[in-house]
């Protein structure tokens, strides 16, 4: 019964709304034949700019029609000497006319281009007896005023305009508007269709302030800006501009840094490819070897670009990634073994530990070793520096504090039962360490205090051989694992299983400043299995980086880049980053012997991993003897070989050639 009665209720309820609407909408066809042509024209422009989305939409499918010429030319007529207004359409449909050649069959007048209210008023006053019977609406005069200014029609002008904006619904919005356009003469369509034009193609991005065009664009996507560049000059100016992609750059988080000077697009540009190359495991890799030992430890300085790696021999080589495709600078000698750990510290200040018990302060630019201290009595697997201090950890299970500037012990700190293979910091106030002992502590850096033990590997026995903490978070590899803690509560947050083997090193970056792991972590990893792999913990996604060929000992992980070592005696770099300059195609013609002839494209890119069949097939024609040659001329001194020409082109594992013709003689 309840249910019965709710429901008649609804019923006569939409009965009496639609009784309402059918009663005031013949109200407004009777206000609509009692006013004169100026009153509809004030009431078509202040209705006009009440219409929302849906209703323009609506309008401007409608009146769409009216630009045809058929309509300008029947306006033309009724109108006397009132000349269309310009806009896009009719432009473009004169363009065709004029190319077409048949301008000369249809009556076109000259267009009217009104920017301004002072382009409004001027065409009014050039043709003040023909826009007489338009007073009052877009073209105000003295007299429309004392007509708009009536009490009768500004009452009816609000009680109409109220139901409008209050009381209809979007159907009822257009079932009026149509009923309206149904009953205009020439003249009001006419008027209604500027008034749509002036409002429709207004350019608010010159017209309007600049801040307030800045927070418009604002809310455009990053493809939309560059959409909408390319509508006009004044428009590019101003979409290009470095003030409009601060904005962008600030809502999408892009990093500041720009060594290279770029403009804000270019740099939001690589950004966006930078982070699209990381999500689908895209890099360019860079190989360096420069010596016929292991390479256990990497350090990587990015304000300077260059690389220090430890070497199985004692051996310290500097790498320099600024100078063009990189290169060795200085080979550091002092250690008399293994070189387990490399840090930048200040400039040119390199420091490093040995399986000798020292740690050694190097001036790289002057090449030469400026103090030697004696630290621990066993092999020095870590060190980590900040501020002027050094932490070191030894086989002799003991973490040491130093002071750079005294070469003294700060502060010792005991607890492991092993050895201790790898140390980082929490802030400025805690230091971790990880052990043989299968444990992860937490230290006070000042009191030396252990403030936490971490069991690791409960189930999984194996020594604590890497570490890295991020943003309240450590993540630690003891065989083929790696678990993530949190660490002011020593809660396992996360374990990761991936590699075939043990691994020797792992790097955790948060690097959005978030607190949650789940939210832009990247895991970096490398292994004995000879392989590198990062995750992506917020996807769960992992991308695996092959081409070592012997175990990777250190990875480092910049936004930018993967930085690695190996036992293949090799450094690699994997670059995410955009390349500077873009592929580079060319055309090769090569003969090919009997009768045949060769056409390739030569396509460098490089974002290619690999020598492609194509390309060792094109590596081959250069590398056999030339028996025939065909020549160019052109040249003052003769002919010049064309093949021989081809040794300007730079070939490399990054070249792909594809054949695009072949003729036969």
Not at 604 to 631: C, G, I, P
Request: one cysteine or more; charged letters at 20%.
């Amino acid at each position: 019964q309840h249910y019965y009665i709710t429901n008649n209720l609804r019923m006569v309820s939409t009965l009496e709304n639609n009784v309402k609407f059918d009663t005031q909408k013949s109200v407004v066809k009777e206000l609509m034949e009692q006013w004169t042509n100026s009153c509809r024209k004030v009431f078509l422009e202040k209705l006009l700019s009440k219409c929302g989305g849906s209703q323009l939409e609506f309008l401007f499918s409608v009146t769409e029609p009216l630009h045809h010429r058929g309509f300008i030319y029947s306006a033309q007529h009724h109108l006397k000497e009132c000349p269309p207004i310009s806009t896009p359409s009719s432009r473009h449909e004169a363009l065709l006319f004029a190319l077409e050649n048949v301008s000369e069959k249809f009556y076109r007048p000259k267009s009217a281009v009104l920017k301004s209210q002072d382009d409004i008023d001027k065409l009014i006053k050039e043709n003040s007896s023909v826009y007489s019977v338009l007073s009052g609406g877009l073209f105000k005069t003295n007299k429309s005023k004392k007509t708009v200014s009536s009490k009768k029609l500004q009452k009816e002008l609000s009680s109409v305009l109220t139901w409008y904006e209050s009381q209809w619904s979007d159907s009822e919005k257009l079932d009026i508007l149509y009923v309206i356009l149904c009953g205009l003469s020439v003249h009001e369509l006419y008027h209604a269709t500027l008034i749509l034009n002036l409002r429709r193609y207004r350019d608010f991005v010159t017209k309007l302030p600049l801040d307030l065009s800045l927070t418009i664009l604002s809310y455009l996507t990053p493809k939309d800006i560059v959409n909408a560049s390319e509508v006009c000059k004044d428009w590019h100016e101003i979409c290009t501009s470095n003030l409009t992609w601060n904005i962008k750059c600030a809502q999408h988080a892009v990093p500041p840094h720009n060594p290279e000077g770029l403009g804000q697009q270019e740099l939001f540009k690589n950004n966006v490819l930078l982070k699209e190359n990381w999500r689908n495991g895209r890099c360019r890799v860079n190989c360096f070897s420069g010596s016929q030992h292991k390479m256990v430890s990497v350090a990587y300085d990015m304000k300077t670009g260059k690389i220090a790696t430890g070497m199985i021999n004692g051996e310290i080589k500097i790498w320099n990634l600024a100078k063009s495709g990189g290169a060795l600078i200085a080979t550091l000698v002092s250690h008399s073994k293994s070189v387990w750990g490399v840090e930048w510290f200040k400039g040119n200040c390199l420091i490093s530990c040995s399986s000798d018990g020292t740690i050694k302060i190097w001036n790289v630019k002057k090449g030469l070793c400026q103090k030697s201290i004696e630290a621990h009595e066993g092999k020095i697997w870590a060190i980590k520096c900040d501020s002027d201090v050094i932490f070191s950890g030894s086989d002799d299970k003991l973490i040491k504090c130093w002071d750079i500037k005294r070469c003294e012990v700060v502060q010792t700190y005991l607890g492991h039962n092993g050895s201790v293979f790898c140390l980082d910091l929490n802030g400025s106030d805690q230091l971790l360490s990880g052990s043989a002992d299968k444990t992860v502590r937490v230290w006070n850096r000042v009191s030396g205090e252990c403030l936490r033990s971490i069991w690791v590997t409960h189930t999984n026995p194996g020594w604590v051989m890497g570490m890295s903490v991020s943003q309240g978070h450590v993540a630690c590899c003891h065989n083929d694992k790696v678990t993530i803690y949190h660490i002011n509560t020593g809660v396992l947050v996360k374990t990761v299983q991936s590699h075939s083997d043990t691994i020797e090193s792992v790097q955790m970056d948060m690097g959005n400043g978030s607190h949650n792991l789940h939210t832009g972590t990247t895991l970096v990893t490398s292994s004995k299995d000879k392989t590198i792999h990062y995750w992506e913990l917020d996807r769960d996604v992992l991308h695996k980086l092959e081409g070592h060929k012997d175990t990777v000992y250190d990875v480092i992980c910049t936004p930018t880049r993967i930085v690695s070592v190996s036992a293949d005696c090799s450094l690699k770099i994997w670059k995410f980053a955009a390349p500077n300059n873009p592929s580079i195609r060319r055309k090769a013609l090569i003969s090919g012997g009997l009768g045949q002839l060769f056409l390739y494209e030569y396509h460098y890119d490089e974002n290619v991993q690999y020598e492609s069949e194509e390309t060792q097939l094109y590596k081959k024609h250069l590398s056999r003897k030339l028996r025939q040659r065909t020549k160019i001329s052109g040249s003052s001194n003769g002919s010049r070989d064309l093949l021989s020409s081809l040794s300007d082109m730079t070939m490399s594992s990054a070249s792909t050639i594809t054949p695009v013709e072949i003729a036969s003689h």
